[in-house]
């Protein structure tokens, strides 16, 4: 279907203007009053004589690597009429203002690189494009294109961190730490007199010589086994909240440019699986806020690439039903938990896997909160709200389950580190403004 063309506003002032210039000049009988308006007649006549003919379009391509949380690139393709010279293309994310750009177009094709900067992951739109194409001179403009949208699933980074807490029971036959059962691999247990299963190869024949010099009997050095922690990552998608408690009650969306309370959480949790799984032990996810099977303990290179994809496609669920029993875990798993603690659920399902014997680390992601622009009756409910959640932190404090804060990667680094060894009571530093 083509698609008409229209004059511009500037065409028809220029050929109004000559028109009435020239009448002006035929009733005054003044010809060099007609003779200045014929030639702004004549020029958008003309131009409008050499209107392109044909419609005008514009596509949106995905990004070529798979997008994670930086600076993306997205080509967006303006497809015109041949002659047509250029084209305006207008481009906007979100709820900010449109980036307009005036570009020329070579037999009516042009593709430009569009930079998206992003700090959100998950699903989320990066960019909507809008194109009209352009006559010669400006004269005739095109009916703008429908606008076209690329969305794609952004997946969360994997911040480096160093040590990690593990769980008070490691298990399986293999991997990077120590157990307290006999095996190899590991530091020295114990040297024990030689029995039927021992290796020849573990004999000490130093310890032998010195106990046994007839060699009536042989030692053997015995070793601790290398095992493997089980973790299960825990995330709460019920609420994904922003630094603006304005935006909490869902009327208004979030900030595009400021990360979320989720957006936290699937960094947290990617970066933990990253550590875990580069030393070798096995990682699940699980969601606290959806009813749906979880993602059973993995190792490998692969196993992460799942965790990041479906932490990327968790997000707050519209049926969300409240469980009637927390997730079950792997026997002797270490267990972490990411969520607001908005309200006393996660409370609850940290409590009973810490009473059945699991080894619990919390992850606070509340983010840092913006609360100059709220009014007086706006900081009071903030108030109980903060109240309310830092008692909920406390109870977790006297359960003596380990508490991080992520804001950001290096100082949630710091913190995971220091609760590497056995899980103890501990205190807490309250990240909510007063």
């Known amino acids: 279907m083509t698609m008409p063309w229209v004059r511009a506003r500037a065409s028809v002032a220029a050929a109004a203007g000559g028109a009435a210039l020239v009448l002006l000049g035929v009733a005054a009988g003044r010809a060099d009053v007609a003779v200045v308006g014929v030639a702004p007649l004549v020029a958008a006549l003309w131009d409008w004589s050499r ?14 690597e798979q997008p994670e949380p930086g600076q993306m690139v997205v080509r967006a393709a303006v497809d015109a009429p041949a002659d047509a010279p250029a084209a305006l293309l207008a481009v906007r ?10 570009v020329r177009l070579d037999d009516g094709r042009r593709t430009v ?4 900067r992003t700090v959100r992951t998950g ?5 909507t494009a809008e194109a009209l194409a352009l ?3 400006g004269a005739s403009l095109a009916e703008a294109a429908d606008p076209v949208e690329v969305r794609t ?13 593990l769980p008070p029971r490691l298990r399986g036959l293999s991997g990077a730490h120590e157990s307290r059962r006999a095996g190899e691999g590991g530091g020295l247990r114990d040297v024990h007199p030689y029995t039927s299963g021992d290796r020849m190869r573990r004999i000490d024949w130093r310890t032998t010589a010195r106990r046994s010099p007839q060699l009536r009997e042989l030692y053997v050095r015995r070793e601790h086994a290398l095992a493997e922690a089980a973790v299960v990552l825990v995330v709460d998608s019920r609420d994904d909240v922003g630094p603006d408690p304005l935006t909490w009650r869902g009327s208004n969306l979030p900030d595009p440019l400021e990360a979320t309370s989720l957006d936290l959480a699937r960094t947290a949790a990617a970066a933990l699986a990253q550590a875990y799984l580069g030393q070798g032990d096995r990682v699940g996810l699980d969601d606290l806020g959806v009813l749906r099977r979880p993602l059973p303990p993995g190792a490998g290179r692969r196993q992460l690439d799942r965790v990041r994809h479906a932490l990327a496609v968790t997000q707050p669920g519209i049926d969300a039903q409240a469980r009637a029993r927390a997730p079950q875990l792997p026997s002797g798993a270490l267990v972490v938990l990411f969520s607001t603690f908005l309200d006393d659920e996660p409370v609850d399902v940290a ?4 009473r059945t014997g699991h080894r619990v680390v919390v992850v606070d ?17 903030l108030r109980l709200v903060s109240v309310a959640r830092e008692d909920r932190l406390a109870a977790l404090a006297d359960l003596g389950i380990d508490l991080v804060t992520w804001r950001d990667a290096p100082s949630a680094a710091l913190a995971l580190a220091r609760r590497r060894g056995a899980p103890g009571r501990r205190t807490f530093a309250s990240a909510v403004p007063r």
């Open 51 to 64: 209107r392109p003919r044909g419609a005008a379009g514009i596509t949106l391509a995905q990004p070529v």
């Open 93 to 102: 994310r979100g709820r900010t203002p449109a980036v307009v750009t005036l």
């Open 113 to 116: 690189q569009v930079r998206v």
């Open 123 to 127: 699903p989320q739109e990066l960019a």
């Open 135 to 137: 006559g010669e001179g």
């Open 153 to 165: 699933v952004v997946l969360p980074g994997t911040p480096r961190l160093g040590e990690v807490p």
């Open 351 to 354: 409590a009973h896997w810490q």
């Open 365 to 381: 992601v509340l983010p840092d909160l913006r609360t100059r622009h709220l009014d007086g009756r706006e900081r009071l409910a």
